[in-house]
């Protein structure tokens, strides 16, 4: 696996963890919750604080992602919003684009729909 598998590997790693944090909020009927940051970073420890409608439109495109404010890596994204208390950043990178797109949950079938 090369750099740029590996980071986006980690990336969509961390987007996993944010997509039942999602569903956790969603069934209790929380208008917002702690998310972790997506960034490359396998030790990062960040949570950042959004609504869910903020969350839903990062999820509206599979290579963009959620980051604290400096996670963001100019070789491989830029960032396409900046709300203060997090980024959204789209990978650009063409290896990178196509792991996450590849590796994105909600392109895989859910288990109750198998």
Request: charged share 40%.
């Amino acid at each position: 696996m090369n750099d740029h598998e590996r980071r986006a590997t980690t990336e969509a790693l961390f987007r996993d963890v944010n997509e039942r944090i999602a569903e956790s909020a969603e069934r209790f009927e929380a208008g917002e919750s702690e998310f972790v940051c997506e960034c490359s970073d396998p030790e990062c420890t960040h949570r950042l604080s959004a609504s869910l409608a903020e969350y839903e439109e990062v999820r509206e495109d599979p290579t963009t992602f959620l980051v604290a404010p400096g996670h963001e890596e100019g070789d491989i994204e830029r960032v396409v919003s900046d709300r203060g208390r997090f980024r959204i950043v789209k990978k650009f990178q063409e290896a990178m684009r196509r792991t996450v797109i590849r590796l994105d949950p909600r392109a895989r079938p859910r288990p109750s729909e198998s």
